[in-house]
């Protein structure tokens, strides 16, 4: 009975419009987050998508810094820090000690959401491979959350694997002699950790901009079980450097220039929605220059620099076998034996 109770989920069931959504707080006051963090906003609703019966797990970042200085905390239900790299350990690592205690009757057998995030640095970057070994556990429940704000932030803003093309960060200031420092294209991290790992049941991409899609998807992981993932992207008013009232707006323009695709993979089915199912369905992406332009980071941008980013973006829909989700082309053999005459 123990082992049952240790290894089912909480049956969470979507909020059926903002009106449904619980007033119940898991994440308050008592943070020091940057007015207009996303970030921030992200862990609130992500806590209170979860609810109460839910251990925290937070790597280095922002959101372990901002969120925990001396004395005060905002987090309502327990959390605990964890190494920069190591949301995936943590995640695994709670998840096999609630379970091996509820089985041997040393807690009361229920099942407890276990939620570990980590930011782009510490996902993308640092902590991949343990994000990687945890997704391949199926015996055991949890999520892992990568609030993506494209950038090192706490340590100031330095160029992270997840930090588009060309910005401004400390470690790619545009200067005369060269006006990009920065010239790779951001990691696919989603559709990376979607295809790879055949025992992960649930992988979705997230904007806080439409919350309680947001908060369904992280209720959906949770109910779901096993090893899940969920990549948000995050506007930072003082990475981005844009007026914080934009973050909102921000976070829209992303979905609807096509740059950040909505989309959820479950059971290995794929399923756009939000805006980003319109695009798909052939409404017109907006212009990303609508998106680039309101950000400091892009302000040495010049027409060329808009028009390549515009083109791989383009590309991302146009040409990859999944549109926004997996890019590889099938080789066409009638076109290499024009080419090659
Ligand atoms: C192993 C290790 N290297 C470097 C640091 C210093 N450090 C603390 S937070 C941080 C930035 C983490 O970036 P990210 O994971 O993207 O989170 P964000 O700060 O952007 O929220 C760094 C480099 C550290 N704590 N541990
Ligand atoms: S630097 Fe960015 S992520 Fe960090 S607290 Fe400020 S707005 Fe949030
Ligand atoms: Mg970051």
């Not at 991949?128 to 803003?157: F, P, Q, R, W």
Request: with cysteine; aromatic share 10%; charged share 20%.
């Amino acid at each position: 009975m123990a082992e049952t109770l240790a290894n089912a989920t909480q049956i969470l069931e979507p909020f059926r419009g903002i009106k449904k959504v619980t007033i119940e707080e898991n994440f308050t006051s008592g943070h020091r987050t940057c007015q207009g963090c996303e970030s921030a906003l992200v862990m609130k609703l992500m806590v209170k998508a979860a609810g109460p019966r839910t251990i925290v797990l937070g790597s280095t970042g922002c959101m372990y810094v901002a969120n925990t200085t001396y004395y005060t905390t905002p987090w309502v239900v327990p959390w605990m820090h964890t190494q920069l790299g190591s949301s995936g350990s943590a995640a695994l690592g709670t998840a096999a000690g609630l379970k091996a205690l509820m089985r041997k009757g040393k807690m009361k057998a229920e099942p407890i959401n276990v939620i570990a995030f980590c930011g782009d640095g510490g996902g993308a970057d640092m902590g991949v491979g343990a994000i990687s070994a945890t997704l391949t556990h199926k015996e055991y429940n949890s999520l892992i959350l990568l609030y993506d704000n494209e950038s090192y932030a706490n340590t100031d803003i330095q160029l992270s694997g997840m930090t588009p093309y060309g910005a401004h960060t400390t470690f790619s200031p545009p200067g005369k002699a060269k006006r990009i420092i920065h010239t790779r294209w951001k990691k696919n991290m989603a559709g990376m950790m979607a295809a790879g790992h055949p025992e992960c049941r649930y992988v979705a991409t997230v904007c806080a901009s439409y919350a309680v899609e947001m908060m369904n998807k992280v209720r959906r992981a949770l109910t779901i079980g096993g090893p899940t993932f969920i990549h948000s992207l995050d506007p930072c008013p003082k990475g981005w450097d844009y007026d914080p009232m934009l973050s909102h707006e921000l976070g829209e323009l992303a979905i609807e220039t096509g740059l950040f695709p909505l989309y959820e993979v479950e059971d290995g089915v794929l399923k756009y929605y939000g805006k980003t199912k319109s695009l798909v369905e052939g409404r017109a992406r907006k212009p990303v220059r609508e998106y680039l332009l309101k950000q400091g980071r892009f302000a040495h941008f010049i027409e060329e620099d808009l028009a390549y980013f515009q083109a791989k973006v383009d590309e991302m829909w146009e040409k990859w076998e999944i549109p926004g989700v997996i890019p590889f082309r099938q080789f066409d053999r009638n076109k290499a034996a024009l080419e090659a005459k």
